[in-house]
């Protein structure tokens, strides 16, 4: 649960791109200028990779302070250019030949793999680095370690709910146990299949064998065992004079098969009062191994798993409002009936008193006070939250993200058209899942006279141009902006109001 807090902000100037290389055998000065050159190769392809986000200038981090900063596709990008990387060691690390490595933008939110082939992109621009002769293994294994997909590897945790719904919870120190057993019912359907079948074959077994000893005991007593083929001997139970004699009586009695050697004559009252009671209890093991293996078969658990959401968010503008979106879908015909679905956001939190709630839960509204949150769920559809100053996303930016640590659970639930049970289904996005500045492409068409999906382009995304910066920030930013409108409108109408004399 520790893990759920806020990361501290990282701080980027004792970082570089790649370790600090032993020293060789070869001139000090030529292994330098190599180096030089292989950081400054790197840098540059990754920052013509990612047209979205402000290149980084060598020392530090600069935070825009005017607005026109504020867009990723502007003057932040023209500013600082790829090729003026080369000009920023300092003379005194050149003269002393000391290796000088460009600072990694840790600040910079995953690129996906999907998204225009920008992973293999970046595996072969870090293949085509040509490395100097002499340096070891190691550091060629940098190169290739330094891809999204083994960074995004390295910061996996310990999920709340994974990727197929399932819930990563185990519930421990149960001390009353018996509140299980006062709802058998539910207790054997939630029983998994293995287990579920043993239970179900042991209850008619023991019970067999149970009436198949009783039906023996009574002949033993009645001495029916001792005068098996006497034609004077009145048998309580015909031909049961063994244990396996009376066990395929029981077997006959209970499934009601009677194949007519072996039956209860009027001779015992005890006899007739046996057969009565394992019919009973037999009717009773019948209604309710039969309906538990109806509800266990017949349970919308695998229906969840034909609706399908996208691996990844993405946040982006949309009607000018920065949101937050993912994909959801239904692989079946069969629709999903009243299907409504809802966010949570789980994240720990400490309180101003010194308190820690561990994996607290909030609310992400999908649209609930105007009804967006009922899906008609015939094609894909694209779920929104808008960020507004009620959401938790408010002050957060595309820099603040890398920070953060929550996760965000979707619960999708709905009744199923063909069986009218409800199903519920379930998923989970980390902030290592959530790509700034991406909108998901289009996967309908018209064909025939009916629109076709295509599901290989469901999880597809592309880039748009989104602001690096909170909602917050825009949210200020605009107003500003009115404020200058209103007050330059203001003016101008006073100079053009004619003079009243």
């Given at each position: 649960?520790?893990?759920?807090?806020?990361?501290?902000?990282?701080?980027?100037?004792?970082?570089?791109?790649?370790?600090?290389?032993?020293?060789?055998?070869?001139?000090?000065?030529?292994?330098?200028?190599?180096?030089?050159?292989?950081?400054?190769?790197?840098?540059?392809?990754?920052?013509?990779?990612?047209p979205n986000y402000p290149s980084l200038p060598c020392r530090g981090i600069i935070v825009p302070s005017e607005p026109s900063l504020l867009l990723s596709h502007g003057?932040?990008?023209?500013?600082?250019?790829?090729?003026?990387?080369?000009?920023?060691?300092?003379?005194?690390?050149?003269?002393?030949?000391?290796?000088?490595?460009?600072?990694?933008?840790?600040?910079?939110?995953?690129?996906?793999?999907?998204?225009?082939?920008?992973?293999?992109?970046?595996?072969?621009?870090?293949?085509?680095?040509?490395?100097?002769?002499?340096?070891?293994?190691?550091?060629?294994?940098?190169?290739?370690?330094?891809?999204?997909?083994?960074?995004?590897?390295?910061?996996?945790?310990?999920?709340?709910?994974?990727?197929?719904?399932?819930?990563?919870?185990?519930?421990?120190?149960?001390?009353?146990?018996?509140?299980?057993?006062?709802?058998?019912?539910?207790?054997?359907?939630?029983l998994k299949y293995?287990?579920?079948?043993?239970?179900?074959?042991?209850?008619?077994?023991?019970?067999?064998?149970?009436?198949?000893?009783?039906?023996?005991?009574?002949?033993?007593?009645?001495?029916?065992?001792?005068?098996?083929?006497?034609?004077?001997?009145?048998?309580?139970?015909?031909?049961?004079?063994?244990?396996?004699?009376?066990?395929?009586?029981?077997?006959?009695?209970?499934?009601?098969?009677?194949?007519?050697?072996?039956?209860?004559?009027?001779?015992?009252a005890e006899g007739v009062i046996l057969l009565m009671a394992q019919s009973i209890v037999g009717s009773m093991i019948d209604a309710l191994m039969v309906g538990c293996m109806f509800v266990k078969i017949s349970r919308p658990k695998k229906r969840a798993q034909t609706l399908i959401f996208s691996k990844n968010c993405v946040i982006s503008r949309r009607d000018e409002k920065l949101c937050l979106m993912f994909r959801v879908g239904d692989l079946r015909e069969s629709h999903m009936v009243d299907a409504k679905i809802r966010a949570k956001l789980i994240k720990s939190r400490q309180t101003a008193e010194g308190e820690f709630i561990p994996l607290e839960q909030s609310e992400l509204n999908l649209g609930y006070?105007?009804?967006?949150?009922?899906?008609?769920?015939?094609?894909?559809?694209?779920?929104?939250?808008?960020?507004?100053?009620?959401s938790p996303f408010w002050d957060m930016s595309a820099e603040s993200l890398r920070r953060e640590q929550f996760e965000i659970i979707i619960i999708l639930e709905g009744i199923v058209e063909a069986t009218g049970m409800t199903c519920q289904a379930r998923t989970s996005y980390t902030e290592d899942e959530i790509l700034w500045g991406y909108r998901f492409e289009p996967c309908m068409s018209l064909e025939k006279g009916a629109f076709r999906v295509d599901y290989s382009r469901f999880e597809l995304t592309f880039e748009v141009q989104t602001p690096v910066v909170s909602a917050k920030e825009l949210h200020e930013l605009r107003e500003l902006e009115q404020q200058e409108h209103s007050t330059l409108s203001l003016y101008w109408d006073h100079l053009l109001q004619p003079c009243v004399p």
């Amino acid at each position: 649960m520790l893990a759920y807090l806020p990361r501290p902000p990282t701080d980027t100037s004792q970082y570089g791109t790649f370790p600090q290389e032993p020293e060789l055998p070869a001139t000090p000065g030529t292994l330098a200028q190599d180096s030089w050159q292989q950081a400054s190769t790197t840098a540059a392809k990754r920052c013509a990779q990612m047209p979205n986000y402000p290149s980084l200038p060598c020392r530090g981090i600069i935070v825009p302070s005017e607005p026109s900063l504020l867009l990723s596709h502007g003057s932040v990008a023209t500013q600082y250019r790829p090729g003026a990387l080369p000009r920023c060691p300092p003379p005194a690390l050149r003269e002393t030949g000391t290796h000088w490595y460009p600072l990694h933008a840790l600040s910079v939110p995953n690129i996906p793999s999907s998204a225009r082939g920008r992973t293999s992109a970046r595996s072969s621009a870090a293949a085509a680095v040509p490395a100097p002769e002499g340096l070891p293994s190691r550091c060629r294994k940098l190169l290739e370690e330094d891809s999204p997909a083994v960074q995004a590897g390295k910061r996996q945790r310990q999920r709340y709910v994974t990727k197929v719904g399932k819930c990563q919870v185990n519930l421990g120190n149960i001390q009353e146990k018996k509140r299980f057993l006062s709802d058998i019912f539910t207790t054997i359907v939630d029983l998994k299949y293995r287990w579920f079948l043993f239970v179900f074959m042991m209850c008619y077994i023991v019970t067999w064998m149970v009436f198949g000893t009783i039906y023996l005991f009574d002949a033993w007593v009645r001495g029916d065992v001792w005068h098996k083929g006497d034609p004077m001997w009145q048998p309580c139970i015909e031909n049961v004079d063994g244990f396996i004699s009376a066990l395929l009586f029981s077997v006959e009695s209970q499934r009601t098969i009677g194949y007519g050697s072996r039956m209860v004559t009027a001779n015992c009252a005890e006899g007739v009062i046996l057969l009565m009671a394992q019919s009973i209890v037999g009717s009773m093991i019948d209604a309710l191994m039969v309906g538990c293996m109806f509800v266990k078969i017949s349970r919308p658990k695998k229906r969840a798993q034909t609706l399908i959401f996208s691996k990844n968010c993405v946040i982006s503008r949309r009607d000018e409002k920065l949101c937050l979106m993912f994909r959801v879908g239904d692989l079946r015909e069969s629709h999903m009936v009243d299907a409504k679905i809802r966010a949570k956001l789980i994240k720990s939190r400490q309180t101003a008193e010194g308190e820690f709630i561990p994996l607290e839960q909030s609310e992400l509204n999908l649209g609930y006070d105007t009804g967006e949150d009922r899906l008609f769920l015939v094609e894909p559809q694209i779920i929104c939250h808008v960020i507004d100053c009620r959401s938790p996303f408010w002050d957060m930016s595309a820099e603040s993200l890398r920070r953060e640590q929550f996760e965000i659970i979707i619960i999708l639930e709905g009744i199923v058209e063909a069986t009218g049970m409800t199903c519920q289904a379930r998923t989970s996005y980390t902030e290592d899942e959530i790509l700034w500045g991406y909108r998901f492409e289009p996967c309908m068409s018209l064909e025939k006279g009916a629109f076709r999906v295509d599901y290989s382009r469901f999880e597809l995304t592309f880039e748009v141009q989104t602001p690096v910066v909170s909602a917050k920030e825009l949210h200020e930013l605009r107003e500003l902006e009115q404020q200058e409108h209103s007050t330059l409108s203001l003016y101008w109408d006073h100079l053009l109001q004619p003079c009243v004399p």
